[in-house]
Structures are given as structure tokens and as C-alpha cells.
């Protein structure tokens, strides 16, 4: 849109150039004043004269006049009155319903007025061939300011690991990895592993994955079937042994849940587990270059490990900052939204009981998204589509061997990558704060930083149990004793209600 008059912010006629889609550019005069300014609540009171509403009428017109095919008539020659003894309803909806949508951003966007929440929209006076007004009830976001935000104080941590926990670490990671070396003819013992061949049965019947080559166990592990491992310890190379085991509750074939079968094994191999030496060529079978690579990738991936818990602690010390900053009015209508969020689920007496508490949780909650989103306005922050699509491709690593549902889920459904969309949104945000902001960087040990987790995490348990305590109470309040008293009670005020109607 362009402006094509000048004019000051209220009470004054206004021109708009309009040119988007379906319509030809169209002069918008319009006349906006602002009434009944309660805090954040304000009416928009907006005036379209009936010549600009003829104006877009008449380019509608135009407009399906080349489209439409009526019988009797060539293509762009069907007269006026036709087309609206056919669509003049159609028609003059459509213009009304662009005309109010153009009008009423624009008003909004020129007084600088953000709404909270949808506004409510009360016609006046429209119709075919007259002038159109209407009322815009809106409640306004609060004005913030945010400078104070880089006054914030946060620890900011670093964690210093020690050479003895990354060695420590690879060393579990070798544990796990046995190698393994024919064990000759010596009998299998806990610990061996076994290769075999089998062939399974239920009643002497034999079952659809009823069969299997060269698998591989080791023993005292229990991965295969409940009590399998423990019938193969003694076995040797060339034997035959009949193992017997129940089907899982999650075996492919139904009807053989719980039931017992018998497998046919003939073994293969048996080998014992040798000392898995931790080299270079160990490492590179796990993907890194060389052993110290491997040491680097280890230690990179502890630190990650405490970073990423220590991160959301300097993330609650933030938000606990901003819960103290000062905004002068939160909109009602986005508590009640909130509430009725924290009451998701329970019934009407439990949320009536705890209102209070969800009204203090829903001011807290609504007051830092509404600082955190003007910091981010402010300071022009965005979620680009690389970014949203990188989050999304995170979200499909972190579950192995579901990638497509998890892909599918994320296509079909748009809400899901909205919510991804905001967690990046304030993921920026943050980080931007921890750059602007006051860090104490402290670089501690891997111990301190079990300390200080642990800390933290009785705290919030604490937290928790007194928030359950004070919801209990409220619950089932202490009986008071039975002393009659007399009191006179103020009359309740009601509240006048707008309707929002078409006169």
C-alpha cells in the first residue's frame, strides 16, 4: 500500500492505494478516530465514504464481466443489471469483506496499535450505495520497554573436562564393544559368544519367522528370548541343542503370543570376549580420525552433555529477571486464554478452587512472552525457512529408524511446525539476551557442575512440593468454627455487554 494523501494519526480523511489481488488499484478514503480509551482497551471507529465502496463495486463488475459465460449473451458484453440480479450479493460481500480487512490493518498499523488478541468488529452502516462505518473494539498489547533487559545478570558456564573423564569414558565405550576369538572346542560360559542357525516350532508346527541363520548371542545378556541365553551356556562348536522359550507379547504372529516353542540350534561358533585394545584403529571403527581425534569428540561430547543443563539454567536465571521487570497492564483477555490452558483437563470445581494460583502463573507467563516478543521485534529477530527446515531434520536424527513418520508428521501437520517455529524464535531471542545482557562466566569442574545441577534440581523438587502443599490447602480449607455473623453485603455491578451484531 502507498499513501497518496498526508495526514495526521487521528480524526483526519485518509487515502489508501490499494492494488493486491482480485482488484485494480483503488483510492480508500477513509476517516479514523479513536474513542473510548479505558487503558488498554480502545474503540477504533472507522468511516468509508459510499463513493470509494461504488468505486470497488464497479471494478468487481468489470472485473467478472470478462470471465462469465451467461447463455444469449458474448463473452464481456452481459449488461450490469444481469450480473447483478445474478451475483450482486456475491459480489458486494466479497468488496465489503476486502474493504474492512484493508481498512481495518490499516487503521491499526497507523495508530500503532497492536492488538491483543482478534479484535471485535461492529458494523454500523454499510450496504449497496451507501457509506460504510464500524467499530474495531480492540485491546492493545502494553507498551514495554526493554533497555532494561541488558542489565540482566546470568552465570554463564563452562565445564572444564578432566583427561582421567574422557579415558574413563572411551573405556566404557570399549567395554561395550567386546571383540571376540574362537574359543577351540571349549564349552560356551556367560560372557561367550554364540553363533548358531535354528529352526522353531509350536506344537510341532513351524511358524512364519520360525527361522534364523548365523545369529549371534552373548550369553548372560538376555536379548533374545526370556531364559534362552542360560540353555546355550556348555554347548560347543558342531552341537545340537533344543532350546525352549515362550513368545514374546510383541511377536509378529498373534495368535502365537505367550506361547511356548521350541528351536532346533545348531552352533556354529563359539568365542570368547579378549581384550579390546584402545588404539587408532579403534578409534577409527568408531568414525574418528585417530585416537586423540577420539579424545577430542569424547571430551566435546561430556562438556555437551553438562553445557546443555547448565544452558537452561542460565535460561531460567533470565526468565526469572524478566518476571521483575515492570509492565503496567497485562491484557485480561490473554489471562483468561492462559487459564483456561492451565485448567486444560480438570474439572470446574478444581479449576474454580485454583484460580487464584493459575491467574499469578498466567501474569508471570504472559508478562515475560510479551517482553521476550518485543525484544525480538526490536531487534528484527526471524526464523528463516534454512532454519526451520534444519530444526526439523534435528528432530528426525534424534529418532533412529523412524524417520519417516516422523517426516510424515511434520508435513501433515502445519501446527506442529509452528510450535518448532517458535521454539526457534526464542532460542534467538535468548541467545541475543546472552549477548547484550551481563554474563559472569564461571569455568568449573565436571563435579561442580554435578553440584550445581543437583542443587537446582532439589530446589525445583522443593518447589514443586509447596505449590502441591498450597494446592491442597486451598482444596480443603481448615473448618472455621460456627460463629454467626452479621454482615451487609455490597450489591454486585453489572457489567454492560456490546453486542457485536450487522444493524
Do not use: H, W
Not at 576369538?181 to 554364540?194: L, T
Not at 510341532?204 to 542360560?230: A, P, R, V
Not at 534440581?457 to 482444596?475: A, C, L, R
Amino acid at each position: 500500500m502507498a499513501e497518496l494523501v498526508d495526514a495526521s494519526v487521528l480524526g483526519t480523511d485518509r487515502a489508501i492505494c490499494e492494488g493486491s489481488s482480485p482488484f485494480r488499484p483503488t483510492i480508500i478514503y477513509m476517516k479514523v478516530t479513536i474513542e473510548n480509551k479505558k487503558g488498554l482497551n480502545k474503540d477504533v471507529k472507522v468511516f468509508v465514504d459510499k463513493k470509494t465502496m461504488n468505486n470497488y463495486i464497479d471494478q468487481k463488475y468489470e472485473e467478472i464481466k470478462g470471465t462469465v459465460n451467461l447463455k444469449g449473451f458474448r463473452p464481456g458484453k452481459v449488461p450490469r443489471e444481469i450480473l447483478k440480479r445474478q451475483f450482486g450479493k456475491a459480489v458486494f460481500n466479497e468488496v465489503l469483506d476486502k474493504v474492512l480487512k484493508d481498512t481495518s490493518t490499516k487503521a491499526l498499523e497507523e495508530n500503532k496499535i497492536k492488538p491483543a488478541g482478534q479484535p471485535k468488529l461492529d458494523l454500523k452502516t454499510y450496504g449497496e450505495d451507501k457509506d460504510l462505518e464500524y467499530i474495531l473494539s480492540v485491546t492493545e498489547l502494553p507498551k514495554i520497554e526493554v533497555k532494561l533487559i541488558e542489565k540482566i545478570k546470568f552465570d554463564d558456564y563452562k565445564v572444564k573436562i578432566d583427561n582421567k573423564e574422557t579415558d574413563k569414558r572411551i573405556q566404557d565405550i570399549a567395554k561395550n564393544q567386546p571383540n571376540f576369538k574362537d574359543a577351540a572346542d571349549n564349552k560356551a560360559k556367560e560372557g561367550d559368544q554364540v553363533q548358531f542357525d535354528y529352526e522353531a516350532t509350536v506344537d510341532k508346527k513351524s511358524f512364519k519367522g520360525g527361522e534364523g541363520k548365523n545369529t549371534q548371542l552373548t550369553l548372560g545378556k538376555d536379548l533374545f528370548l526370556k531364559g534362552f541365553d542360560k540353555q546355550l551356556i556348555g554347548v560347543k562348536k558342531g552341537d545340537e541343542k533344543l532350546v525352549e522359550a515362550v513368545l514374546p507379547e510383541n511377536f509378529p504372529e498373534k495368535e502365537l503370543v505367550n506361547k511356548k516353542a521350541e528351536f532346533k540350534c545348531k552352533i556354529l561358533a563359539v568365542k570368547n570376549p579378549e581384550e579390546v585394545k584402545i588404539n587408532d584403529e579403534f578409534a577409527k571403527n568408531l568414525g574418528a580420525k585417530d585416537l586423540n581425534d577420539l579424545k577430542s569428540l569424547v571430551s566435546k561430547q561430556i562438556n555437551d552433555e553438562y553445557k546443555n543443563s547448565l544452558d537452561r539454567l542460565s535460561k531460567n536465571q533470565i526468565l526469572k529477571e524478566l518476571e521483575k521487570m515492570k509492565v503496567d497492564e497485562i491484557p485480561d483477555n490473554l489471562i483468561e486464554e492462559e487459564i483456561k490452558v492451565l485448567s486444560q483437563g480438570m474439572s470446574e470445581e478444581d479449576a474454580k478452587k485454583s484460580r487464584k494460583n493459575f491467574e499469578e502463573v498466567a501474569k508471570k507467563r504472559i508478562k515475560v512472552g510479551l517482553i521476550l516478543n518485543e525484544f525480538g521485534e526490536q531487534n528484527k529477530v526471524s526464523v528463516t525457512e534454512q532454519e526451520l527446515q534444519s530444526e526439523v531434520q534435528k528432530q528426525i536424527r534424534m529418532m533412529p529408524g523412524q524417520e519417516k513418520m516422523v517426516m510424515d508428521f511434520y508435513q501433515k501437520n502445519p501446527s506442529a511446525v509452528a510450535s518448532l517455529r517458535g521454539t526457534v524464535y526464542e532460542d534467538k531471542i535468548m541467545n541475543l539476551i546472552k549477548e547484550k545482557a551481563k554474563s559472569n562466566k564461571k569455568e568449573i569442574s565436571k563435579d561442580e557442575a554435578e553440584k550445581i545441577l543437583k542443587q537446582s534440581q532439589d530446589q525445583d523438587i522443593d518447589s514443586k512440593k509447596v505449590i502441591k502443599d498450597k494446592n491442597k490447602q486451598e482444596k480443603n480449607p481448615p473448618k472455621k468454627a460456627n460463629v454467626k455473623k452479621t454482615s451487609i453485603k455490597k450489591p454486585k455491578k453489572k457489567s454492560p455487554v456490546k453486542k457485536v451484531s450487522k444493524k
